[in-house]
């Protein structure tokens, strides 16, 4: 007759509370952690995720925290390039000062004179 062995996996999924699951194995430099709560045999929340590169654990970035960093750097570039942009409308004529609202008309362009005449 064979006894369970105290950690057996399907005895580990009947309790509840926090729980480490080795999710992913990239032997021998790369493992992937998941911290979950288990609040049931079925139903399990997933908390944080740890990488274990080269013998050192990291802890990985939430993916709120990913897209808040990207998109705030693009909004950092959007606003460079519009700022570069009005700053070159200011210098050739076609943006007006912060105080008047209206849009200048464009300079009358010089007439062309055509020196090959036959």
Known sequence: ?????????????????????????????LFIMKKQKRDSPDKVTPMLAYYILDGSIYQAPQLSNVFAARIGRALYYIEKAFTTAASKLEKIGYVDSENETTIPEPKAAKETIDLKRN
């Open 1 to 29: 007759m064979r006894s369970h062995h105290p950690l057996d996996s399907s005895q580990l999924t009947k309790m509840i509370g926090i729980e480490y699951v080795l999710s992913e194995v990239m032997e021998p430099h």
